[in-house]
Nanobody, 125 residues
Framework: QVQLVESGGGLVQAGGSLRLSCAAS????????MGWFRQAPGKEREFAAA????????YYADSVAGRFTISRDNAKNTIYLQMNSLKPEDTAVYHC??????????????????WGQGTQVTVSS
């Protein structure tokens, strides 16, 4: 079992930045590919970013590419999502998730085994 806990969400004005963290316990995060998903009210959960189990490769949804950066520190058992140039449409609950390494880069929530409870990000216009 892997337990994931997100932090770093909050209220920010459009154009601002936030850095989300996802801390893991139970098993080493180095065993897993990781992803960030987000879910806005009334909408389905959507893929934002993913990183391979060694951190060598990153993947982004078109809507966040160039603004968001995913990274990981396996020694700290933590992954991050740096979000810059935030827009009101980025408002959502952000969840981190862990998948078997052969699913690196997957944008499908169905291929992720473990999920955190999420952290709220609200971007005001």
């Amino acid at each position: 079992q892997v337990q994931l806990v997100e932090s770093g969400g909050g209220l920010v004005q459009a154009g601002g930045s936030l850095r989300l963290s996802c801390a893991a316990s139970g098993r080493p995060l180095s065993n897993y590919a990781m992803g960030w998903f987000r879910q806005a009210p009334g909408k389905e959960r959507e893929f934002a970013a993913a990183i391979s189990w060694r951190g060598a490769t990153t993947y982004y949804a078109d809507s966040v590419a160039g603004r968001f950066t995913i990274s990981r520190d396996n020694a700290k058992n933590t992954i991050y999502l740096q979000m810059n140039s935030l827009k009101p449409e980025d408002t959502a609950v952000y969840h981190c998730a862990a998948a078997p390494p052969y699913y690196s880069g997957s944008n499908s929530p169905n291929q992720y085994t473990y999920w955190g409870q999420g952290t709220q990000v609200t971007v005001s216009s």
